[in-house]
């Protein structure tokens, strides 16, 4: 005989009251009343019991364990499901967070630059990289290409830097090649990746709502995110190694203010002359703002008389030298259009020379038309460009231009002159260089 089942709780009145419903409801689905489905399902419990060797209450005890046992089996599945729903979300969390910490630059947090990368950028500040001034934040910084930097470090000047012990520049190696070298910069926030901003880029970055003013001949850069080494990118130098001209410097402005402070104790003559001297200087201001105020009317009264109007020293308000400020003396109003037409013939014009210096160079006896690319022309070119700061046009440039002959004549050149006649001063000169 099997053991009793041990007793267990019975349900509540809102439970019997659900079960009697429920009761009811399958007992009108088979056309019988309440009391007659239940008599069928007792019938139907003794059997079962007596076919399992039970009583009716031991037949039901294990019914009720059943599904009780079920019952805490669907609910372990459901929170072991819950579970791992959850994990799953914690490990994409992670992930994600993981993907972001690796888009982000691993540089150097401890404040203290790494010596080794201070010695490569005191070594590559010496060196002829070519740069360039930009302005980065509002400031003038040095700005360098990077396929320079790497052909720097992999020049015999470089192994013969870091074979001292006191250079503390880092070997040259299979292993360490110059690209790592130069990582060592972004690393320690000494040089950056920049990239060049648009006008219109820059003036949505700027806080205000008037538009920057763009400075003439000097590119407006911003950091890159990612910083990655490859020749044809620039970097900006963020650190200046002291030199001894700045210190030089600094040694005879501290001399000048202990001088400005001994006036006083000056002799009488050298106090005389500064103050001639500060006459001479205030008049020179005076001369100064009085030419603007001329050129600024002489402008105004040629703008309607000749159009586009007459600048007497075009570049006096602009971003350049002091001499450069006074060169040319005089000068038409130019347009946006008429600058892009400037530059456009400036460059169609270096085009010109260069293919007849490709000519003459090659030296060929054939009659027949021989088309020279531009890409023989050599890397003194390229830097050449990337010098002079203009805003690069690449529309309506010709691939290459035909030279007809065995020789580049003055009439060959002139036949180019009829194509482009706005440069024919160009055109005429590159002709006399090829004869």
């Known amino acids: 005989m099997a053991a009793p089942m041990p007793p267990q709780a019975g349900p509540n009145p809102e439970q019997m009251r659900q079960m009697q419903e429920a009761m009811a409801t399958e007992a009108r689905k088979r056309g019988m009343t309440p009391q007659q489905f239940q008599a069928q399902q007792r019938a139907q419990i003794e059997a079962e019991a ?54 982000q630059i691993p540089i150097n947090n401890s404040g203290t630059p790494d ?24 400031q003038r910084k040095d700005m360098f290409r990077v396929k320079r930097a790497l052909r720097a470090i992999d020049s015999p000047a470089y192994e013969k830097a870091a074979a001292k012990t006191k250079s503390g520049l880092p070997q040259r190696t299979t ?18 990746r920049v990239t060049k901003v648009d006008d219109a880029e820059s003036n949505q970055q700027g806080s205000s709502s008037k538009p920057k003013k763009r400075t003439k001949g000097l590119w407006t850069v911003k950091i890159e ?90 570049n006096l308000f602009e971003d350049v030298g002091f001499f450069d400020s006074f060169r040319p003396v005089w000068g038409w109003h130019e347009t946006t259009e008429d600058k892009k037409a400037a530059r456009k013939a400036k460059r169609e014009a270096k085009m010109v020379k260069a293919e007849a210096r490709a000519a003459k160079a090659k030296g060929s006896k054939g009659g027949s038309t021989e088309a020279l690319p531009l890409s023989n022309t050599t890397a003194a070119g390229e830097d050449q460009g990337e010098e002079s700061g203009e805003e690069e046009d690449q529309t309506g440039i010709p691939a290459s231009i035909t030279v007809e002959g065995a020789t580049t004549t003055g009439a060959d050149v002139g036949t180019i002159a009829a194509v ?4 024919k001063a160009s055109v005429e000169e590159a002709g006399s260089e090829s004869e």
């Open 50 to 103: 007596k076919a399992s060797g039970m009583t009716v209450p031991q037949y039901i005890q294990k019914l009720r364990a059943e599904a009780l046992a079920n019952h805490q089996r669907q609910q372990a599945a459901q929170a072991q499901q819950g579970q791992v729903q959850g994990q799953q979300g914690g490990q994409a969390q992670q992930h994600q967070h993981q993907h972001q910490q690796q888009q």
């Open 115 to 138: 010596p080794k990368a201070l010695a490569v950028l005191k070594w590559l500040r010496t060196q002829d990289l070519k740069t360039r001034t930009c302005i980065l934040n509002g």
């Open 175 to 192: 292993e360490f090649p110059a690209a790592e070298i130069l990582k060592l910069l972004p690393l320690s926030l000494l040089a950056l």
């Open 225 to 314: 995110q990612q910083q990655e080494i490859r020749p044809d990118l620039h970097y900006v130098f963020l650190a200046d190694t002291p030199s001894w001209k700045t210190q030089l410097y600094a040694v005879g402005a501290l001399v000048a203010v202990f001088a400005v402070i001994l006036f006083p104790l000056w002799p009488l003559k050298l106090r005389l002359g500064v103050w001639y001297l500060s006459m001479g200087m205030l008049g020179l201001i005076a001369l100064f703002f009085a030419m603007a105020i001329f050129r600024l009317i002489l402008f105004m009264a040629t703008v309607f008389t000749i159009p586009p109007g007459f600048w007497l020293y075009p």
């Open 420 to 423: 482009k006649r706005d440069l």
